[in-house]
């Protein structure tokens, strides 16, 4: 306990540190805050009837990632998600235009047209959301005060810039707070629903409608699923790096050996966020115009979380994405060239294309295994917990996806409050070396 509050003095012990720390607290603050600002003209009464009745599936979990602002239907109803859909899809598109792909390879000044362009799109992509979201409340009964058309502008309006307000909000995170911002905004989302689901299992606690096995049982998966994530995000082949001798004027430094740490994940939780806005996207879109077309209502039905079709999809999603994301991330030929510029190489491979190949082949050994497990991570609380009827709010919450994404951004955050401390000689988070050590496979 001592150890823990020396470490929370040794934070605010720096300076910059603390800045960080305080700046990320305070817009935290403000993303709450807008989820609970409401559009106007909307009857508070009767959306909480309606998300009484059809708050579970697709839209509980639009709310889960909204952190409720979606259940208020407020300036932020639609969360950070169509920002994350334009990233994905400026992303695959990199791979097949040569203009994207020649901007990404012109180093900073390239990032910033793509993000640029990235910012454009999620305007259109929140737009067309804000008006099939506003379509859904005007074809339910006494949602909307006055519906028509000045209240559809008015709400697409608000929605839209709430979402690019919340972009806003990431990015300054990433650049001057503490951890990924965008990831940062979805974990706050997540985390501001426990209270609810613990508010949920108490009640249905003392009406006798859950038995406390099953909760005991439900908390034990939530523990072990914790541990595999952990040792999921932790586990890393490491190959070793072999510098030659550095003749510097008279000084002849002799050849160090290092290695390369390649994780069996080393996208993260971004597979996680990338399948399921994939996932969700459409299938808002769909529930919002289905009750004007009967064929997207039964597509929203099917594409609803916890279904058989959308659990399939949703598996592959996330395999797809960590090999796409790690491609992006760790390019053979990139670490490759790197390493024969620095005068590294791989013990028995030859510098070059032999080296390139080498770890493409090793990092396909690596990711399968490592993707597949993350896909297994993801789906098994879920089926689980619909098994075993838990209430709907922890349901979600101990869901795969809840899990993956607030252990890997706490994880994350936690790396970069270690690496600034380590680097003015604080302890870190572990006692032993103050370091979040990795498990080499």
């Known amino acids: 306990m001592a150890a823990r509050g020396n470490l929370i003095v040794n934070i605010f012990k720096i300076p910059e540190l603390r800045k960080r720390v305080i700046f990320t607290f ?13 559009v106007p003209g909307i009857n508070a009464v009767e959306l909480n009837k309606l998300f009484t009745q059809t708050g579970g599936g697709l839209l509980g979990f639009l709310d889960l990632f909204a952190g409720g602002a979606l259940s208020r239907f407020t300036v932020f109803a639609l969360g950070i998600m169509p ?39 999620t305007v259109v ?22 519906p028509g058309i000045g209240f559809t ?21 990433t650049e001057r707070g503490i951890g990924n911002g965008i990831s940062v905004v979805i974990f706050i989302g997540i985390v501001a629903r426990i209270p609810v689901a613990f508010k949920q299992v108490y009640d249905q606690l003392k009406l006798g409608e859950l038995n406390p096995i099953v909760l005991i049982l439900s908390f034990g998966i939530f523990v072990a699923i914790i541990a595999f994530v952990i040792l999921e995000q932790q586990g890393q082949r ?18 160090q050996a290092t290695h390369l740490p390649l994780k069996i994940n080393p996208s993260g939780v971004i597979p996680i966020i990338f399948a399921s806005s994939v996932l969700l996207f459409p299938a808002q879109i769909a529930k919002s115009l289905g009750s004007r077309v009967p064929a997207l209502d039964r597509l929203a039905a099917l594409m609803s979380p916890g279904n058989a079709l959308y659990l399939v999809l949703y598996a592959l999603l996330i395999i797809f994405f960590c090999y796409f994301y790690t491609q992006i991330q760790m390019n053979p030929i990139d670490i490759a ?5 620095v005068g590294g190489y791989i013990p028995g491979i030859r510098p070059g294309v032999n080296t390139s190949t080498y770890l493409q082949r090793v990092l396909n050994r690596i990711v399968l295994p490592g993707s597949i497990f993350l896909a297994i991570i993801a789906l098994i609380p879920t089926i689980i917990q619909k098994w075993l009827g838990l209430p709907q709010e922890m349901a979600f919450l101990m869901g795969g996806t809840s899990l993956l994404i607030m252990v890997g951004v706490d994880l994350d955050t936690m790396k970069q409050i270690e690496s600034h401390l380590l680097m003015r000689h604080y302890d870190g988070f572990m006692k032993k070396g103050g370091k979040l050590r990795g498990r080499n496979l």
């Open 125 to 146: 992509i929140a737009a067309i959301q804000g008006y099939a979201l506003t379509v859904f409340m005007n074809s339910r009964p006494n949602v909307i005060v006055n």
């Open 337 to 341: 060239d790197n390493l024969k510029k």
């Open 153 to 173: 502008i008015n709400a697409i309006v608000a929605i839209t810039t709430g979402t690019l307000f919340l972009m806003w909000i990431g990015e300054q995170i």
């Open 83 to 121: 920002y994350i859909s334009s990233s994905i899809i400026l992303q695959l598109l990199t791979v097949v235009i040569p203009v994207l792909e020649r901007l990404s390879k012109e180093g900073e000044v390239g990032r910033k047209k793509i993000q640029q362009i990235t910012r454009f799109s």
């Open 238 to 255: 490491r190959i070793p790096i072999q510098h030659a001798k550095k003749v510097i004027g008279r000084k002849v430094y002799s050849a």
């Open 26 to 38: 305070f817009m935290i603050l403000i993303v709450r805050i807008g989820a609970y600002i409401p």
